[in-house]
């Protein structure tokens, strides 16, 4: 009964798996996956963020007004969660790094996210800081594998995950696993059955806890507080300034590249 | 399809109201509420926790054994959430303060958590620290009203929950308001109309996470983690030493006093 | 010698009085001070920041292709600061947030930041964390007065200025004040006369930073390090993607509002 | 002058040895040892903690009818300290973690805690924040064997100890060694021999805490503040709930175990 | 048999009490109580400290030399002691501030501290967070009260110490208030009357933690580790500089001023 | 136009190198290099601080006296900076463990400090949770080399500070290098060119730190609070207690030693 977009917020067009399958949803639900028409192929770089930021904000705005119950942004920065959770005025917002964080905090005393290079590092530690879960952090741990080779030769991606997740776990005390990038589908269940402890999808944790939030949400009333950070700008204020002219194009949707689902 | 024990650890009996409405479950999830024939009628003291404790674990042995896909403790201290983590070989576990906060942190920037007394806070704020969620709490707001005296006059307790949320807003910066205490339920939809942030009722919170990690330990394996803190103690051991028949009753199911829902 | 391109990054027509008069740079140093031509007035929503963030960080990539020494970034949210700091290859990028804190910390115990409205407070006490100074922190204290009032009645704007300060200095033992808003500007010295506590302004601090740090890279080699967070984008995966074609316009300098200064 | 009643909280039939030496106490002191005729023989695991929790409570309560002075929990993770701080009205109450660390903060500037195995760690950390000294912890190491163990070759065992102190000081900084299970007595002093800092036994360092704090209780009145989470639960509702009739046996002295000293 | 110094680092000429009674000692200890003949009367500024602290840290030194078991600082500004604790080889040395942190840790959740002046509070909380306690600080409290008037009104000040206390316990959350400056002797048991929690002396804690320090070095050999900041300096390089002559005079034990005990 | 004193608190005769190039002040600016004529020779020793702290705090009441701007602590532990801030009515103390960490904060993610020996973190630790930036701390590596070593084998002191900076890089994840001693002068440069991140010279830091905050002084009144920790001794009080009078020599200056610049 509850429709979820799932954002991957760059250019996907060539790629032929999705990062969720729809088959995990709840009965019902359904998953509609896209990608965008401009834009990077990757989101390494800030810089990459930074020009996609406004078309995923906007994607998020346009979800809402076309009925959507949820979004969920494809990438583990999580860049663009607070600022969809102000736009939107109902609608759920997920990211995989939140989701992954508050679901490993309940399965084991502390987690370890395993990333593809040390670059990403400094942006996801500032994200596990601001989520408040910094104390359950065992470590960040390196494939020294940049997102376009995650599926080059995925025996190998696989053996590196290992091998990083075995350092984590004994080194670092870890207890979960956490895979630090939307790219790492498809490999968790391998890995979980290899490390013997709980290793989370990030983009499945998102979708999860998305269907999990509408639920709370049209049941109990329970959704963003719009009392402080999450306030939405005001819609005169926005029309007054004639904000939608200034950037094109004016409907954001036509940058949308539907890899799955219906809209 | 899952069934559901909800654990009220103390004695119930003349109670006639349910801290959790079975109507609030997913279609098909049952919910079964109990209570116990001994034992404190309320849980202010750790001396009263402390008597529960061994009956609260074993019940949650013995739900698992019974087939129960999950138990949730229904008292906002939390205690017996990682001991029955550790027992349950892969039955879910949850607890009231933390499905709370975990929840709660997605929902705005800080939170503020409502008590009957201030001698329940040093537990409760370890606990705070423990989720590691420290730095996302706003403030304890104290009502000055013991827990038996919660639903005396409901009316009065209603205008106190309003004060002490009014205080965490304005004073204390709280975006979210958590009610630390699962008597409090029945309260938090008049509050949250009156406060105009999400409130949490933290026994709904617990039952509504217990369905959720059902379902993600069903599709993905993700369950607690055995490796470390939640490694459950081997039965050879315990057989050898004929642990179960040092405390009695040998059965603690013939304690369970069965308030709603079917064994 | 040097030159500093301060950017407000918002619509600043109209406007008549600059952030920072270039009176207060060194001797030789040249300021120029640009707004956009499109865009929202002011920054207290994120999705206006998401719109302008591309804008922004462009105009960083311009400035330093223009031979500009430093970027200042207009806004006290900060938003721009990593993502300028990772695609400036060479160029110092400040920002108002960060200067004043880093300066702030040697001249007291514990500082205040005086904000427009309790809406700005999450995202800024998130870059208080990030930055990693707070400890430092003695509240955040609110004027109830959203930016485009700030100097709609100044006497009113500085009177709760005061009463502000007062607050943080006595209940809060702040022994520092900073001006949460770069709207700020103009008060800071009467504030400071009437507080007997350092009023540090966010914009003249930001500055005042970029041209120390410009002096400390071209004596001594000390930029942004390029091995983490910060390492820059590679030009030939850019030009791969033709990314520069995907927004437009290709001339962000198209966009510029200079208010005072040359380019 | 003082009596001390020390608590092994589990099975000690066939033990020979005692944690700690009577000769150890202040003149005029005398010391008790007991376990308990019931329950496991070690307490690795949580549930095992549990099903001893109400004895460990009620003897620390009839500890004070009969007139001791104190009483220490004997084992490193401090179950039922804060418990018996509760219960007890008047009677000192210490427990090995909580001790040593209190001491071990003032010998050095970080202190490494040895325990046997990765399970213990999650609780003990839990613990080591509780009390408030994170900042102060360098590091745990583990022995890789369990409590039973300790005592098997002790040959071994210290071997391994003076391993683990070893990594503790030269990778992770410690300036102290506290060892992390009060099964590890009889080894300090070769360790600290050995090691060339402070290596402190948390048995003795309870005991002689419990000696100081009776001290200081008598002198200056300085016992646990009862107005906060110590608050001990009212005589006359646990009279009138006949809280005693429901778990046997009435007199928990019946399940003592004296090994040292004298009743 | 122990013999203690109590040095209060200030001129002390015309004061008739002492600020700890000897009667409050272990039977068969003693304790000397010095001053010094030159210097400042109060030390609320650092620049009196500075002044002080040679003469303190030789006094320590000439205090070991003597034989002495301990030295006990008499300020709550605790300095001199990582310094008192290097010099020393083997004498304990002890200070206020921590002795009253540590005992307070284990009576209660959370403990305030009164000082006389904010000014006083800066440097107090940096020793709070060096010794690692500060998550149980519930706050600083302020008589409004320079040292000087400590004892001008005693009447007064009692009643300043009485509304403190109130503060700290009904709006900050303290369970046990410590009294931040060894001029408050006296006053500690008519607070503790009033106030109903502990109320902690700071001269008599440290007193009291030198004596068990004491015991703890003589029985178990634990004392401050000598591997990490309290190497001592080493005897032929000081010779070899001659550092002795440098400073005058060369023997400081001429500038004691002998109050109570013996030499 | 601005005098700045540079204070190696030390005995420095002998010594024919500067720690700082005065070629490396901004135009206009003059540096004056002082040693003492009495004292240790290196201070890794707190003894050692001890003894020159007096002369130290004295020099900056005397360099304010004589119309420096400001006056530079030449010692990676700080001593002395909060008492010079203290005593200074207007004149800017820095020192360079502080300017570098608020320095480093800038320039990456993460930062390590290259001390010579163990001995020295935990008082340099403290000074970094002091400073508020222990979150910006990735780690300390160790060179094993004492201060008088770091100018006897420079080849092999430069191996070192190469093998410690990669493990900071590599194994802790610093993005900057701070090296924990003025010694240290002369290294930056090549390390930097090895390392390929920056590398800061702390004594460079602090001088240019100074001219920073005198220029912000001058400009905008910026300087100490003076209502905190940095209050100043009344002097109508040290007048009436003679208190110069207690210590020899009544001019500071007669132990200065000029190394560089003109008085």
Same mark, same amino acid.
């Given at each position: 009964?509850?429709?979820?977009?799932?954002?991957?917020? /760059?250019?996907?067009?060539?790629?032929?798996?999705?990062?969720?399958?729809?088959?995990?949803?709840?009965?019902?639900?359904?998953?509609?996956?896209?990608?965008?028409?401009?834009?990077?192929?990757?989101?390494?770089?800030?810089?990459?963020?930074?020009?996609?930021?406004?078309?995923?904000?906007?994607?998020?705005?346009?979800?809402?007004?076309?009925?959507?119950?949820?979004?969920?942004?494809?990438?583990?920065?999580?860049?663009?969660?607070?600022?969809?959770?102000?736009?939107?005025?109902?609608?759920?917002?997920?990211?995989?790094?939140?989701?992954?964080?508050? $679901?490993?905090?309940?399965?084991?005393?502390?987690?370890?996210?395993?990333?593809?290079?040390?670059?990403?590092?400094?942006?996801?530690?500032?994200?596990?800081?601001?989520?408040?879960?910094?104390?359950?952090?065992?470590?960040?741990?390196?494939?020294?594998?940049?997102?376009?080779?995650?599926?080059?030769?995925? =025996?190998?991606?696989?053996?590196?995950?290992?091998? =990083?997740?075995?350092? =984590?776990?004994?080194?670092?005390?870890?207890?979960?696993?956490? /895979?630090?990038?939307?790219?790492?589908?498809?490999?968790?269940?391998?890995?979980?059955?290899?490390?013997?402890?709980?290793?989370?999808?990030?983009?499945?944790?998102?979708?999860?806890?998305?269907?999990?939030?509408?639920?709370?949400?049209?049941?109990?009333?329970?959704?963003?507080?719009?009392?402080?950070?999450?306030?939405?700008?005001?819609?005169?204020?926005?029309?007054?300034?004639? /904000?939608?002219?200034?950037?094109?194009?004016?409907?954001?949707?036509?940058?949308?590249?539907?890899?799955?689902?219906? $809209?």
């Amino acid at each position: 009964m509850s429709r979820i977009l799932y954002i991957s917020p /760059l250019v996907v067009h060539g790629r032929t798996f999705l990062e969720v399958d729809p088959a995990e949803l709840r009965s019902g639900n359904t998953l509609t996956s896209i990608g965008f028409t401009r834009g990077p192929r990757h989101l390494e770089y800030h810089y990459y963020e930074t020009l996609v930021l406004p078309d995923l904000v906007r994607t998020i705005a346009a979800a809402e007004a076309r009925g959507f119950d949820a979004a969920v942004i494809g990438c583990f920065y999580d860049f663009g969660l607070h600022e969809g959770r102000e736009i939107a005025e109902n609608m759920v917002v997920t990211a995989p790094c939140e989701s992954s964080l508050l $679901l490993a905090a309940s399965l084991g005393h502390r987690f370890s996210i395993i990333v593809g290079r040390r670059k990403w590092i400094p942006q996801m530690h500032d994200n596990v800081v601001r989520y408040g879960l910094e104390s359950r952090l065992a470590s960040f741990q390196t494939l020294d594998l940049g997102v376009p080779a995650y599926h080059a030769d995925e =025996a190998e991606t696989e053996r590196r995950f290992v091998a =990083a997740g075995r350092r =984590a776990i004994e080194q670092d005390g870890a207890e979960v696993i956490v /895979l630090g990038c939307t790219a790492s589908a498809g490999f968790y269940r391998k890995l979980q059955a290899q490390l013997c402890v709980p290793v989370i999808d990030s983009a499945l944790a998102a979708v999860k806890q998305a269907e999990q939030l509408i639920e709370l949400r049209d049941r109990f009333g329970w959704s963003p507080s719009k009392i402080g950070g999450f306030e939405s700008p005001p819609k005169p204020e926005m029309a007054g300034w004639n /904000l939608a002219d200034g950037y094109e194009p004016a409907d954001v949707t036509s940058l949308w590249d539907v890899v799955g689902g219906a $809209l």
